[in-house]
């Protein structure tokens, strides 16, 4: 920050549907803010899709090594999404906090109210929408997603994130920033400006830090 300003690390949220280019701004955000913006890789007990990386887009386990590790509470959060287990591990979140770091997460609404319950004042959950259903169909089917039973779970569990984010509507609650993502270039503009402007975020930034800004007692020498 200018001027040697400390603040507290902000967990930076994505929600939403599938197509709705999450992933996508999720890479192009952490290329960009490489130096200082760290994507906390999740848990899943789901199969890897073809294009997926173990270890970059999910750590893949068996249900079983999961259910053991959430016994030993190695989670901070966990949910069930449609017979599969999706979850964020506390070492991730305590490496980058700790180290006065932003993270970023992709995870679903639920997962967002977990995180704003626990750090009210780091997080910033953004839902990220495509225009219309239509949009979000020929993005999935151009992606080559053909498999009726993958698309069928993919559009409940849209149905579901949907009806979650119309019960916090038109009133403060867990989603900060809602953006409808026309294009994607736009879309990733919008949340890159969202990125810059929470970092300045005044009541983030510590006290220390501002008294030191303020050099009152060189002022005091010169009044
Ligand atoms: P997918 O199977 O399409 O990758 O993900 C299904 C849903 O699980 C998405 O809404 C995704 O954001 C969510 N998800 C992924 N990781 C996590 C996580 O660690 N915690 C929670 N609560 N949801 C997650």
Known sequence: MDRGLLRKGILFVLIGPTGSGKTTICARLTAEFSADLHYSVSVTSRAPRPQEVPGKSYHFMSRKEFEERRERGEFFEWEEIHGNLYGTLKANLITGIDAGKDLLFQIDVKGAVSFKHAFPDNTVAIFIVPPSFQALKERLFNRGTVDPQE???????????YTALLGLAGKPGPVDYLIVNHELDQAYEQIRAVVIAERSRFHRIDAGSVERMCELEVLDREV
């Not at 698309?151 to 994130?161: A, I, K, L, Y």
């Open 151 to 161: 698309v069928r779970r993919r559009f409940s569990t849209t149905r579901d994130e």
